[in-house]
């Protein structure tokens, strides 16, 4: 069964960092590529950052580029998310997942984590 369990958001004042983490569950990670989602109120879901299965970024976002960063670790089924310079704008909920698996519905998600940048 495919599960992703998200962690790490919180609370950050602008210009602050947060790593997100993701741990998939239930497909071969080592196979697929990866991507980071996030979601604010009142918006559809959008598409951030990906990594392929070799760690190659790919699909980055012009609102995060050059702020957050992607990576994966295979030995530990996980993907990050590093973020810096936080703004308001980047408050949401973050979500992971594989994007081959978002085409063929029903598409699972995780619970996400919420990030939220404020003063």
């Known amino acids: 069964q495919v599960r992703f369990v998200e962690s790490g958001g919180g609370l950050v004042q602008p210009g602050e960092s947060l790593r997100l983490s993701c741990v998939p569950s239930?497909?071969?990670?080592?196979?697929?590529?990866m991507a980071w989602y996030r979601q604010s109120p009142g918006k559809e879901r959008e598409k951030i950052i990906g990594?392929?299965?070799?760690?190659?970024?790919?699909g980055i976002a012009d609102s995060v580029s050059g702020r957050f960063f992607i990576s994966r670790d295979d030995n530990k089924n996980t993907v990050y998310l590093q973020m810096n310079n936080l703004t308001p704008e980047d408050t949401a909920m973050y979500y992971c997942?594989?994007?081959?698996?978002?085409?063929?519905?029903?598409?699972?998600w995780g619970q996400g984590t919420q990030v939220t940048v404020a003063a």
């Open positions: 239930g497909f071969l990670f080592t196979s697929k590529a």
């Open positions: 997942n594989a994007p081959s698996l978002t085409t063929v519905p029903p598409v699972v």
């Open positions: 990594i392929d299965n070799i760690s190659y970024t790919f």
